[in-house]
């Protein structure tokens, strides 16, 4: 029995959250002194990246309280700076990035901080204004997002509900653009958000059948259950501190992806299952690889555990726990989770669970048939 950290559903709904964190930075005065370039010039690369530092912090509070004063203060500053340059360079001629960063801003204080009517009105409002005027698809596609998620998140009551031709309206707007993919992706989450499932089932389908080589849509892909048939990508830190690139370090081998911890009784309980399968295929092109998620401080429980059950294949740690870039690209349904890659590199399944030997097998006749061709 899996421990039931993570849904499809949630993961589905966080990809819907953008709140990205880093360093903090002090605020560019704005509006002081001569003007440094005409109002049709581009703005200035500077004022660009100061608005995007705000967005990030090394480390976050512990307590959310704090989280949340640091986060919309600087998060506010983006917003103002970007009010600012508005007005003092209306007519510049990439004002849709200043725009596209006060909607950042604003939606993630709107999702993530203060989800009051007020704070979804001010994101509706950027949104609109980045919508008219001259902007790439994908910037118009943010805005046009922030409307059908305002739809959805603000007080029940404020805005009518999202229907499925809203929806496909939404998609068919960047149809023909390189937007499109992500259309598609934002579309299936809205679709899911508004428990339109059979709809988020087709716009994933349609990804899976005609943008699967867009890196996105990939990890999209992988998020919402359908690793299968895509390259396991992956840069893992070996316990023992060499790295593991995968899929290239191990092509030509079929390759078993434990993904666990020590502190989930049911991975712990697969252990000898997973010990006896191991005996039974190293010396037949098979590695297996454990991807642990046990936290910062656990390394040393991790190898004397490891030394304890005597588990002799590769394992790799981060120390991240359950922010491991790797379990947050691929599980979907809680830990342990087990999945068999081919030896091309490509992802066979992502729930072998009591069937790994059939999938091991089945990997193996693959690898062999595509030897003797």
Sequence with gaps: MRSNIIT???LLLSLSLIATFANPAHCLAIGQGDNPFPSSRPIL???????ASLFVVKERPMALSAETSLMTGRLEQVIAIGGETLQQYPNASDLYEVRVLMLRGARQIALNYQPTGDAFERSRKIAIGLLAIEAPPQAKLEADRMLLESRIRSPKGTYPPVTEID?????GRYEATDAQANSLIYG????????QMDLAGELIDRLEANHRSDRNVRSFLRRAGRAAGLPFDANLQRLDGGELNLPDDLLGKVVVI?????????????????KQTYAKYIDRGVEFVGINLDGPAGREKLTNFLADKKIDWIQTYS??????QTSREYVTRGIPMILVVGADGIVITD??????EYFIDFALSQSSQSQTK
């Design 45 to 51: 690369p500077e004022l660009l990246s100061e608005m």
């Design 351 to 356: 729930d072998a669970g009591a069937q790994l």
């Design 258 to 274: 434990d993904i666990w911890a020590t502190w989930c009784a049911s991975c712990v309980e697969s252990i000898p299952q997973l």
């Design 8 to 10: 499809t559903t949630s």
């Design 319 to 324: 120390g991240r726990g359950l922010a491991d």
């Design 167 to 171: 929806i496909r309206a939404f998609i």
């Design 188 to 195: 299936a989450i809205i679709a899911v958000l508004t428990e």
